[in-house]
DNA sequence: AATTATATAAACAGACTTGTCTGAATATAT
DNA sequence: ATATATTCAGACAAGTCTGTTTATATAATT
């Protein structure tokens, strides 16, 4: 029966949002996406017109649904840059230390997929943009986000949370000594 | 012609290591690996029993040449610590920017391969212990090695030089700042 | 000299890969 | 009512993937 419905294409990227965080984007094939997200081959290359363009759409949707739950926590919290590292701690429970989606593909990719690489820059420039904005002082925002980063990469090598308490900490005591009020 | 000069795993891994780095694992198959080495499929599978099996070999490999090459860029050198970012900075020109390998490995493998996590977290504890080492101070040397390695990791994206030198410039002044003679 | 270790080529298995195409059906828009 | 957009199932192409097996050859060890 044809579901004429238009919820074909979210359908698409929801089931591949989900393949590619649990499995990896190259270990994840164009068969098993349109199974599990019960659609047709063609209806998937029809929305999409190859899986690197996928990939992109994926990317973007991630970059969305990432920030909106990252404002949303950070929404009540008094020092945002500090909880920035709480987020990061909820964040691995919930999806078992499946690290971050972008360095992933980082990783899956050569420079040579300029849009790829696009969207992961553009994701990554969001979130120093977003310290800079807390921090007032770019160097020491760009300090404490590769420490923001490292949390990420360190607790997914580690799997568990004691890198992020731990970098959490450091970069309290970094910007604390910044501030003029000391 | 056989050639029974037991050079053949060296040229399996010397191989291997090449096309990993410069393609990834899950990009680079067997019959890549076998064609380039021109040895045969049967010989790779009589020293390896699985590609997973060479990969493990492969970090091996890949953690003592890169803690050699590592150690006699700093032989000379006064503040280690630092100039581990201009060995950095080398070896992104000769890699046109490839990354770390254990890093890009970490996000092709999964967890479930205990082998291959090791490997990486070998490689990573060894280098944390390299920043002890110098730093003397644990926390400092947690912190240094962050900017280490997210000068990795940017450089990488941002495909050029100007993340490392910010991050140097960055750790030395973190250093300084904890010297007992200021 | 006999055994064992190492190497070869090449076929084979069985599954998987991305992407195209056909032919039809159903919606939506004009 | 007619044109256009969307969806379907499923076959097909042309190749890739890891790994096994066979049968043979050579080198090293005992």
Redesign the pocket.
């Known amino acids: ?6 919820d ?2 979210d359908r698409i990227l929801i089931t591949a949002d989900r393949l590619f965080q649990e499995q990896g984007f190259n270990e ?5 996406i349109i199974s599990e997200a ?6 998937l ?3 999409f ?4 363009e996928l990939c992109v759409a994926y990317l973007q949707r991630r970059n969305e649904i990432w920030n909106k739950a990252f404002y949303e926590f950070l929404r009540n919290k008094n020092n945002k840059a500090l909880a920035a590292f709480d987020f990061l701690v909820e964040r691995n429970s919930m999806d078992n230390f499946r690290g971050c989606s972008f360095l992933n593909m980082l990783s899956e990719t050569s420079p040579e997929k300029k849009l790829v690489y696009d969207e992961i820059q553009n994701h990554k420039s969001g979130l120093l943009l977003f310290f800079e904005y807390e921090l007032k002082e770019k160097e020491l925002a760009y300090l404490i986000y590769s420490l923001f980063e490292n949390a990420i990469i360190e607790s997914k090598l580690q799997r568990n949370q004691e890198p992020v308490y731990r970098l959490k900490k450091l970069a309290e005591s970094l910007i604390q000594s910044k501030k003029p009020s000391n």
Do not use: D, F
Request: avoid cysteine; glycine fraction near 4%.
């Open positions: 029966m044809v579901q004429h419905n238009q074909v294409k994840t094939g164009i068969n098993q019960n659609i047709a081959k063609a209806s290359y029809y929305h017109k190859s899986k690197e």
